[in-house]
């Protein structure tokens, strides 16, 4: 808000407003989310009012940020104890690949959230030696696919069925499909939500043809103009 604190009203009715255009999923990531402005209290406070927007209507996963285990566990626990579903999980900024299958086997020890991996983060894209480790763990189930189409194509060829493997954009969704993506994020659903509805009610008509037209139409101009400032001006303006 314009005296930086956490806008509990906005989001409550940007929940609602995609809540009422059919849109049930939600998640909030680190970088697109703007999570690292936030303080780890205020990140505390976005969580349970996630949850309490959406009730019993869908699914809501929060993110941690690049912590080491400790607070990556405290966070989990509180996140599920305010109603989250499921917590995507930020890898710490530096590590090996044991201490990252440690982290990952601590949460799933100390939490029943569905874990979420991010394909890329500050360590880069995750290795596919540490990506097949961490398959072994049941409560990892979905990647934020954002490193590049061919490391998404590379994990939907080989984690199928295992791990939804969503997409940044409805492009990469529209590339995955051949490949099993099922996901995507979608851009419009946080101030156009009935632009997000009715790419959705294309895919799942099969009308790819029609899905493509909408990407080209509104995603494609949206990404092109994109920055910050651009988004939270869509935002304020919707």
């Known amino acids: 808000t314009a005296d930086y604190k956490v806008d509990v009203a906005g989001l409550r009715r940007m929940i609602q407003r995609a809540l009422d255009n059919g849109l049930t999923v939600f998640e909030l ?88 991996l991010r394909a890329a983060g500050f360590t880069g894209a995750i290795p596919m030696k540490l990506l097949a480790r961490l398959m072994n763990i049941d409560s990892v189930v979905a990647m934020k696919q954002d490193a590049d189409e061919t490391y998404m194509r590379e994990c939907l060829i080989h984690y199928r069925g295992r791990l939804n493997s969503y997409a940044g954009n409805w492009e990469w969704l529209l590339l995955g499909l051949p490949y099993g993506a099922v996901a995507s994020f979608g851009p419009f659903s946080t101030f156009a939500p009935e632009i997000s509805a009715r790419f959705w009610k294309a895919v799942w008509a099969n009308d790819l043809n029609n899905a493509r037209q909408i990407t080209e139409k509104y995603e494609h101009q949206w990404l092109h103009e994109f920055s910050y400032p651009f988004w939270h001006a869509s935002l304020e303006y919707f």
């Open 29 to 116: 990531t680190y970088g697109d989310g703007r999570l690292w402005a936030l303080n780890y209290e205020e990140m505390k406070l976005v969580a349970p009012t996630m949850a309490e927007a959406l009730g019993n209507k869908g699914i809501t996963t929060m993110c941690t940020g690049p912590w080491w285990t400790q607070q990556t566990v405290e966070f989990a626990r509180y996140v599920e104890s305010v109603g989250c579903n499921g917590l995507q999980v930020m890898l710490p900024e530096k590590g090996t690949e044991d201490g990252f299958v440690k982290h990952f086997e601590e949460l799933a020890r100390h939490t029943r959230l569905a874990l979420v």
